[in-house]
């Protein structure tokens, strides 16, 4: 799978693709990264990516001709469309989840597009597949978002976790349950007896109890949806 991130500054994504799982994922030639500089395809001599807006306000607008350019140049052409979607990082955007982050590792090809001063120009959206947000708050741009978004989707491709790695997560549908290791007392806090067991089918069921009880304290939306 390859992700494509159309961003003004590059080189935020040099230290969280650089380490760790994805990093030797990358090297494995498992995932495909690529780092695209929007100010490129920026107009006349100081290459412009931004104008002030139509009728007045604040700040400067991204523009769709310089936005549209840089899609183009990102897309792989010979790629059916549902093998490959183009993502705006938008406040505006439905909220990502993990059922998306599922979706998005089945593509070939995922392009995110990262925002900055005071959005963009509303024709982009003629451009793109889908606009998407990770959460009620607003950041200074669009590449801490895509990072998250990249990072969640990378690790859902097959073979860049190993198998059975997966299994049980949060959100899959539940939020997961407790986990303990060494020591087995530590002060006033003890291992549940059931772990220390042995009984694979009895600490299965117990599991299972304690995720549905936690989702059903903390996150009871995830238990209607599901």
């Not at 840089?70 to 059922?99: C, H, P, V």
């Not at 708050?137 to 859902?156: K, Q, W, Y």
């Amino acid at each position: 799978m390859k992700i494509s991130i159309i961003t003004l500054f590059p080189g935020m994504f040099k230290g969280p693709f650089a380490k760790s799982i994805i990093k030797r994922a990358i090297d494995k030639k498992i995932v495909e990264v690529k780092l695209i500089n929007l100010r490129t395809f920026g107009i006349g001599k100081h290459k412009l990516v931004d104008d002030t807006p139509y009728g007045g306000g604040k700040g400067m607008v991204l523009r769709v001709d310089v936005l549209e350019n840089a899609i183009e140049s990102a897309k792989n052409k010979k790629l059916d469309k549902n093998k490959q979607k183009i993502i705006l990082l938008s406040a505006k955007g439905k909220t990502f989840n993990q059922k998306i982050a599922k979706r998005y590792s089945n593509l070939k090809h995922l392009i995110l597009i990262c925002g900055h001063y005071e959005g963009f120009d509303e024709r982009i959206k003629e451009y793109i597949d889908e606009e998407i947000s990770i959460g009620d708050f607003i950041l200074t741009g669009g590449e801490i978002p895509a990072m998250l978004i990249a990072d969640s989707v990378l690790r859902l491709v097959k073979g860049v976790i190993k198998d059975g790695s997966l299994e049980n997560e949060s959100f899959s549908p539940l939020l997961e349950y407790p986990q303990y290791t060494k020591p087995q007392v530590y002060k006033n806090g003890q291992v549940p007896k059931i772990l220390l067991s042995g009984n694979h089918q009895e600490i299965k069921k117990w599991r299972n109890t304690q995720s549905l009880k936690i989702t059903s304290k903390l996150r009871p939306d995830l238990i209607k949806n599901n």
